[in-house]
């Protein structure tokens, strides 16, 4: 069992926390994740085609759209 990180910079594995945005970088989630928690999310609210999807960036637009056709053939419940 490891200790608590001594200090409020540190995580629990005792390496300096991260600070601010670095894509690649464990722990951030990439674009075709955001797309899919996005779908997921509108499924979820029982939206198919969601009115704010125009909103999102274009990459995670395209992993949404992606995302939702995968949902809606595979029955992609609410089970969030």
């Known amino acids: 069992m ?6 409020p910079s540190e995580n629990t594995t005792g390496q300096p926390a ?3 945005l670095a ?4 722990g951030y989630l990439d674009m075709p994740a ?8 509108a ?3 029982g939206e198919d085609g969601a009115k704010w999807a ?3 960036r274009l990459d995670v637009r395209s992993a949404f759209k992606e995302a939702m056709r995968y949902l809606a053939e595979e029955g992609g419940g609410v089970q969030i």
């Open 2 to 7: 490891s200790s608590p990180p001594t200090r």
């Open 18 to 20: 991260s600070i601010g």
């Open 23 to 26: 894509y690649g970088t464990p």
């Open 34 to 41: 955001f797309g899919y928690g996005f779908a997921r999310i």
């Open 43 to 45: 499924r979820s609210w």
């Open 54 to 56: 125009h909103e999102l």
